[in-house]
């Protein structure tokens, strides 16, 4: 859904029109409010916001099942480290980048 310049609200006619605002998101609008001609929040119908975060959470779940499948791969190809070993590699070399930020 494209956001039309009727569905970008100043803050100040907002406040005066909740209202009316509520019932416009109600029936399906989406609006921008702004402070100060800035975008500030938008206001979304509560049901298309849970719709919203349920999709969030499915897109980190697919990533998830990704890097899953990527480590798998790694593991059968024999790209693996000793757990004990590549952490202290990490420390070592976050020690060493400290170390030449600091001087």
Excluded: C, W
Excluded at 10 to 22: E, G, K
Excluded at 25 to 41: C, D, F, L, R, Y
Excluded at 53 to 77: F, G, K, N
């Amino acid at each position: 859904m494209a956001i039309a310049v009727r569905d970008i609200v100043p803050f100040s006619m907002a406040r005066t029109h909740l209202s009316d605002l509520v019932l416009e998101v109600q029936n399906g609008a989406e609006k921008i409010i702004t402070n100060n001609s800035e975008p500030a929040v938008a206001v979304i119908d509560a049901k298309r916001l849970d719709h919203y975060h349920r999709l969030e959470r499915a897109r980190i779940h697919l990533l998830l099942l990704e890097e899953i499948d990527q480590s798998l791969a790694d593991v059968e190809a024999g790209r693996t480290v000793d757990a004990t070993a590549g952490i202290n590699a990490l420390k070592r070399a976050r020690k060493a980048a400290g170390g030449r930020a600091a001087g």
